[in-house]
């Protein structure tokens, strides 16, 4: 990944906590995720950005200006869901794409590489890959996607992503699946078997 400019996304933050679990906020979640991520993508050489730090928050214009003025490779937007229904869980990523016409092409591609390497390495409910036209996905200029990592509002989900080894094993699939997107096709590994150097 030497030369790659990649930004992670925590969403939500400042006044803006996203779901609250217990005593714990999507926000502050997102922003671990996002910084075990950072932490490893740059051991394996990337240059890496968070759009906000850990108790601020920005807008959508402001995140995605923040990735153009950085001419990123790859733009990653990291949130839980939450949901009234108590049935609704798993995990699900996004990409731009109008459903009938224009769509990124790599952002597919990446939505449905990080999302099934989540699924491969927790065994987390699939809930597909979607275009949006979302601002956050619309506005960038480099690939984009979004991914939902599981319900806070479920409670397996919940449990899941409250403990630290699932979101170090979350981080270990993002980073998998953005080395798979820059691996020349024949050197691609299957999903789930891609082994990164031990980290904490």
């Not at 108590?86 to 794409?97: D, E, M």
């Amino acid at each position: 990944l030497i030369g790659r400019v990649i930004v992670i996304d925590p969403g939500h933050g400042g006044a803006d906590s996203g779901y609250t679990a217990g005593e714990t906020t999507e926000a502050d979640l997102v922003f671990d995720l996002a910084s075990r991520i950072e932490g490893r993508l740059a051991a394996a050489g990337a240059t890496v950005y968070l759009t906000r730090g850990r108790t601020v928050g920005q807008t959508a214009e402001d995140r995605t200006a923040f990735a153009n003025q950085a001419r990123a490779d790859l733009f990653l937007s990291l949130h839980m869901e939450a949901h009234g229904s108590a049935h609704a869980r798993g995990v699900a990523s996004y990409y731009y794409g109008t459903g009938s016409g224009a769509s990124s092409t790599v952002g597919e591609e990446f939505a449905n590489l990080v999302r099934r390497e989540v699924i491969a390495r927790t065994g987390m409910l699939d809930c597909g890959s979607h275009p949006k036209t979302w601002d956050i996905l619309r506005m960038t200029r480099m690939p984009a996607v979004r991914i939902d990592c599981g319900y806070l509002s479920h409670p397996v989900d919940r449990l899941l992503l409250l403990d630290a080894r699932l979101r170090s094993t979350v981080a270990q699939a993002v980073v998998a699946a953005v080395q798979r997107l820059f691996l020349p096709a024949d050197a691609d590994p299957a999903t789930g078997t891609f082994l990164l150097p031990a980290r904490g």
